[in-house]
Nanobody, 123 residues
């Protein structure tokens, strides 16, 4: 699965951005898709995830401000980010969790990553 992310940029605090991530290849194996972020000197952290059934989960720090959505027809996941704060500044990565079965019919779970997109929120 290849993931192509877009939509990052520089915005003032309180502003909004929408990130997009288009998936191609092996789409039928995708279960959940999500967004992670990594700020300098920090570990990569989960921002939001959405399952193929539409269930969502958010990091506490973004609840009420960010919304993840998914367009299955376009194989695209979005992250609408409102009320942005300087602490949201990070490189944002989209992800796709994949479920395949090997020759023994055992499940094999893996994760694909898109290239990062920089989000910078100025104070």
């Amino acid at each position: 699965v290849q993931l192509q992310a877009s939509g990052g940029g520089l915005v003032p605090a309180g502003g909004s951005l929408r990130l997009s991530c288009a998936a191609s290849g092996g789409i039928s194996y995708i279960t959940a898709m999500g967004w992670y972020r990594q700020a300098p000197r920090n570990e990569r952290e989960l921002v939001a995830v959405i399952t193929s059934g539409g269930s969502t989960n958010y990091a506490d720090s973004v609840k009420g401000r960010f919304t993840i959505s998914r367009d299955n027809a376009k194989n695209t996941v979005y992250l609408q980010m409102n009320s942005l704060k300087p602490e949201d500044t990070a490189v944002y990565y989209c992800s796709a969790d994949l479920l395949r079965y090997n020759d023994d019919d055992a499940p094999v779970v893996s994760r694909s990553w898109g290239q990062g997109t920089q989000v910078t929120v100025s104070s």
